[in-house]
């Protein structure tokens, strides 16, 4: 199965600030995806990375706000833009090889602390 | 309503023991069920997952999926330290990539 690492793995920022989360799997995977998990609530998906289209966004979620990239198939970035305290959370990636299967790893998570 | 309603515990088990883990879900299209284990500091990793109705079992874990009653378990036999994670269920229909997880179950189990 895939390696998934993230970096930063933590991280302090302060509000208004932007923080670029990067994530690298070792094999090639068709899709990526971000999830955001917070204290006392599930998993919440993000956005689905796509390799050469824009990413789809789920509802809720917004470029503008998370701007994402994915220039080929094992790499992804995910923006936190202008954050606030309601950002804070843990971001984690993930990434698969063909659709309607379980996900099987992610990555170890970039913790967020806004203040 | 909430699409997964996981309690969220936490539970504590003496070592040896078997442990329940629950989950409900309210929509009948759901056919792939899952459950993950995460460690503290760690991202979820998949742990088994059954496809539509039924049991399965991998050593000492066993899922079991109720469609008629919408409700999910995992099973955990002879319990060790080092099942203590966040146990964390999700589900997923035929169409579309889009997974619902519970919010997850602390489990500690003792020595």
């Known amino acids: 199965s895939a390696v998934i690492s993230q970096k930063p793995s933590r991280d302090i920022c302060q509000r208004g600030t932007s923080l670029t989360i990067q994530c690298q799997v070792d094999?090639?995977?068709?899709?990526m995806f971000w999830y955001r998990q917070q204290p006392g609530q599930s998993l919440t998906l993000i956005a689905t990375?796509?390799?050469?289209?824009?990413?789809?966004?789920e509802s809720g979620f917004v470029i503008d706000k998370f701007p994402i990239s994915r220039p080929n198939l094992t790499f992804s970035t995910l923006t936190v833009s202008n954050m606030s305290p309601e950002d804070s959370s843990i971001y984690l990636c993930?990434?698969?090889?063909?659709?309607?299967?379980?996900?099987?790893?992610f990555g170890p998570g970039t913790r967020l602390t806004v203040l | 309503q909430k699409e997964v309603e996981q309690d969220p515990g936490p539970l504590s088990v003496p070592e040896g023991a078997i442990v329940s883990l629950n989950c409900t879900y309210s929509?009948?299209?759901?056919?792939?069920f899952m459950w993950y284990r995460q460690y503290s500091r760690k991202g979820p990793e998949l742990l088994m997952y059954?496809?539509?109705?039924g049991n399965k079992e991998d050593g000492r874990f066993t899922a079991q999926v109720d469609k008629s009653s919408k409700y999910i378990s995992l099973f955990i036999r002879d319990s060790q330290p080092s099942d203590s994670a966040t146990y964390l269920c999700?589900?997923?229909?035929?169409?579309?990539?889009?997974?619902?997880f519970g919010t997850g179950t602390s489990l500690t189990v003792i020595p």
């Open positions: 993930t990434g698969e090889t063909s659709g309607n299967l379980p996900l099987k790893f």
């Open positions: 990375a796509n390799q050469g289209s824009e990413a789809t966004y």
């Open positions: 059954t496809y539509s109705s």
């Open positions: 999700a589900m997923s229909s035929n169409t579309g990539n889009q997974f619902y």
């Open positions: 094999s090639q995977v068709t899709m």
């Open positions: 929509n009948s299209a759901f056919q792939y």
